[in-house]
Nanobody, 125 residues
Framework: QVQLVESGGGLVQTGGSLRLSCAAS????????MAWYRQVSGKYREFVAE???????KYAASVKGRFTISRDFAMNMVYLQMDNLKPEDTAVYYC???????????????????WGQGTPVTVSS
């Protein structure tokens, strides 16, 4: 199977920056889209940014121009550089993969729509 582990969250003041990382581990052959979502307690999980396996990125309107998603294809990692943070960015941030192909022995398997454990981000005013 494939596992996702996020890191890089923390406490930062308004206007500050953080860089989140997400590492996909396992005998991975390929990963399609990688994305970041966030969730505030009691609210739905919302889309933040996505990057395809060809490097095309998309952003939620609320973060466009402030956040940058990037990907290390060789290391199976995705990053979220968050600049000019605002209190409304406070949330638990989750990494998501829509499909990964991995090896068990010599056989290929696919795993769909899976998540990391989340990393909390708090922006103080």
């Amino acid at each position: 199977q494939v596992q996702l582990v996020e890191s890089g969250g923390g406490l930062v003041q308004t206007g500050g920056s953080l860089r989140l990382s997400c590492a996909a581990s396992g005998r991975i052959s390929s990963i399609d889209n990688m994305a970041w979502y966030r969730q505030v307690s009691g609210k739905y999980r919302e889309f933040v940014a996505e990057i395809s396996n060809s490097g095309i990125s998309k952003y939620a309107a609320s973060v466009k121009g402030r956040f940058t998603i990037s990907r290390d294809f060789a290391m199976n990692m995705v990053y979220l550089q968050m600049d000019n943070l605002k209190p409304e960015d406070t949330a638990v941030y989750y990494c998501n993969v829509d499909r990964a192909i991995y090896l068990v022995g010599s056989s290929h398997f696919s795993e769909y729509d899976f998540w990391g454990q989340g990393t909390p981000v708090t922006v103080s005013s």
